[in-house]
């Protein structure tokens, strides 16, 4: 599996933005035939439905993650045919990547999701499996879990080497978040163990073959080492910041950046080598390794094949080309048009079709590379990316363009069409209600394979999360750097070396002390149909004691044998933010869970009561008020169970 990195995109796509309720309010009612939407307006309805999609699948409290420990993401709740209900190391981290970004651009009710993330990973990290344990560190490179936290013992294509290198990617962002908000003791005792384990178990195998993002071919891949190689130079730079060794990082990443260099054959990006897999090389793995390389600062740099570069766009033409005449959805498009995008020409997995990740990551490799022009304010033309240039200006030559020039313009604003048109066939192959699944049949586009997914799976990438992804990057809406420009040019000879690292159980403890504390409200109390349960209570979030505005429960989960009602619509709201009496604010909190967040530490006093099957005649429990203090600590998550007071 993959996940996702992304970011949603109007107030500032990273920030859940502003007018966020008044999307969800809209984005069902704009659904039409797709073919007949603006490429605008369906973002504007997609996006929402796709935020939420990811959160869903999030445990404990995400609506399609029941029964998963908190912080765990799910690659689809689909558990059979083909069953991805387990958590992937690769797609966490991608997933979580997304969200710490979010978080940091302005979403505050993300970091509990954020702190049971860091919280899981410590625990999962010793978890020992088919693939070793912490000893020497070969257990990280478990690909999945079971969603209690414990071992998946089944066969599988193991070990996969990029998770590792991935979640410190994702956990370095947050470091840096908390580094500027006076957490270093955090960082240092908390969130540093589990990174450093990471970076060693990078610095030890790098040079060893593990499977790909597909999970299929053991060997050398493209995206691992990339992944592995962007994780050192981030790793070396938070280690320098407070104060840590990371020798590791300073041994193998030159070797790793020169090891990158091999899979370059002169016309694209070979994505599997160090195998014998029978397929011609041309493989979405590349496009992906490349995406998840962007760094908004570098130049078009072809030796950490920046998306701008000449070689990662000789290589996305190459990729996308070699579908063109493969699906018959993609017949009749010329070269420089958009078309669908599978895995490899290969691919026999249920049928061979394209992938919804894929797709939109050919269009975000052109917007990334579009920014980077931008910001350098040129764009250079070389004899490897002239045949991708001519497809789009037949009459462009080698050379250099300033973005002043009338070449630029045209050149620029064709690629903008370009990357939109991969967006375009996303549009035309959605389902009216939104929901992405991880495959559209070669045939007819129709939608394939597991439903909701995360990132994708099978292997490795939310569709969901990849939308969001994208279209941030169409906004110009970028991560921040993670120095590929500092990065010393490859050495001219690779040496296959590696690094013995060091491993220990990092602690598992918060790094942040809970504001706000999700709490979920469970009664059992035996109905008949048309009655209807609900909490109340002392604080504007309960509706102050209104029998008009208290919280409606919900029974879906309710039987016979166990009669409960349970709170799954407030969402988790801000600190600063209150819900108004009698109101079910959509607030740029991003999440709809099964909580209502409240300020840690806050004691007030709730009951429950039940309307009758004419909605009117209200019926509360016996006995006194209840009372409630949240807990103070590193919970984020509560539940609060009860039974109806006789």
């Avoid at 990547?97 to 970091?111: C, E, N, R, V, Y």
């Avoid at 969603?147 to 840096?176: E, K, M």
């Avoid at 939104?434 to 939310?462: C, K, M, N």
Wanted: glycine fraction near 8%; aromatic fraction near 10%; charged fraction near 15%.
């Amino acid at each position: 599996m993959l996940y996702i990195s992304a970011v949603i995109g109007l107030l500032a796509i990273f920030s859940c933005w502003a007018q966020f309720s008044l999307a969800v309010a809209s984005a069902w009612a704009s659904y039409g035939e797709r073919a007949t939407e603006s490429l605008d307006s369906f973002i504007a309805s997609e996006s929402p439905v796709a935020l939420q999609g990811v959160l869903n699948n999030i445990g404990s409290d995400g609506q399609k993650a029941v029964g998963v420990d908190p912080g765990l993401v799910v690659a689809s709740p689909s558990t059979t045919d083909p069953d991805y209900f387990y958590t992937w190391t690769r797609d966490s981290a991608l997933t979580f990547k997304m969200l710490i970004d979010t978080f940091i651009a302005g979403a505050p009710s993300l970091q509990s999701e954020i702190e049971n993330y860091v919280h899981a990973q410590a625990l999962l990290q010793t978890v020992a499996n088919p693939s070793g344990d912490l000893t020497d560190g070969s257990g990280l490179g478990e690909p999945k879990f079971e969603v209690n936290s414990t071992a998946f013992t089944g066969p599988w294509g193991r070990p996969q080497r990029d998770g590792p290198a991935l979640r410190a990617t994702a956990l370095i962002a947050y470091s840096r978040w908390l580094l500027s908000h006076g957490g270093e003791s955090s960082v240092s005792t908390v969130i540093w163990p589990i990174i450093s384990n990471d970076l060693d178990y990078v610095g030890q195998y790098w040079n060893e073959t593990g499977f790909d993002l597909w999970e299929e071919v053991r060997g050398s891949s493209f995206f691992t080492t990339a992944m592995q190689h962007r994780a050192l130079v981030e790793g070396q730079a938070l280690a320098e910041q407070i104060g840590k060794a990371c020798t590791s990082c300073k041994s193998q990443a030159s070797q790793i950046l020169c090891f990158l260099q091999a899979f370059w054959n002169g016309e694209f990006i070979v994505s599997n080598i160090n195998n014998k897999n029978g397929r011609n090389g041309r493989d979405a793995n590349s496009i992906l390794g490349s995406i998840h390389s962007f760094d908004p600062a570098s130049a078009c740099d072809d030796t950490t094949l920046q998306p701008c570069s000449p070689r990662a766009l000789a290589n996305h033409k190459a990729v996308t080309d070699s579908f063109r005449s493969l699906y018959d959805i993609n017949l009749g498009i010329p070269e420089g048009a958009a078309v669908a995008v599978g895995r490899y020409t290969e691919d026999v997995y249920m049928g061979g079709n394209p992938w919804y990740i894929n797709t939109l990551a050919a269009a975000e490799q052109l917007y990334d590379a579009l920014y980077q022009f931008d910001r350098l304010g040129y764009l250079d033309v070389d004899t490897t990316s002239l045949p991708f240039y001519r497809d789009l200006d037949p009459l462009i030559e080698v050379g250099t363009y300033p973005s002043s020039s009338a070449v630029y313009a045209n050149i620029t604003s064709a690629i903008q069409r370009y990357a939109d048109g991969y967006l375009i066939i996303v549009q035309n192959y959605t389902p009216s209600d939104g929901h992405l699944t991880e495959q559209y049949s070669r045939d007819d586009g129709s939608p394939l394979s597991a439903v909701d997914l995360t990132w994708f799976h099978s292997d490795d990438i939310s569709a969901y999360a990849s939308f969001l992804t994208c279209i941030a990057r169409r906004s110009s809406i970028v991560p921040a750097s993670w120095g590929a420009s500092t990065v010393d040019r490859a050495p001219t000879t690779c040496t296959g070396t590696s690094a013995r690292g060091t491993y220990a159980p990092p602690p598992l403890k918060c790094s942040m002390n809970a504001s706000v504390v999700a709490v979920t409200f469970d009664v059992r109390e035996s109905t008949i149909y048309g009655e209807t349960v609900y909490v109340s209570g002392s604080i504007a979030e309960l509706g102050s004691w209104d029998s008009g505005s208290g919280l409606e429960l919900n029974a879906n989960r309710y039987t016979s044998s166990d009669p409960l009602w349970h709170l799954i619509s407030l969402p988790l709201l801000p600190l600063h933010q209150k819900r108004q009496a009698g109101t079910l604010l959509m607030l740029p909190a991003c999440r709809s869970g099964t909580a209502t967040s409240l300020p840690a530490g806050e004691s007030f006093e709730y009951n429950y009561y039940k309307t009758g099957t004419d909605g009117m005649t209200v019926t509360y429990e016996e006995g006194g008020n209840r009372s409630y203090t949240v807990a103070e600590g590193c919970a984020r998550n509560v539940v609060q169970s009860d039974v109806w007071q006789q």
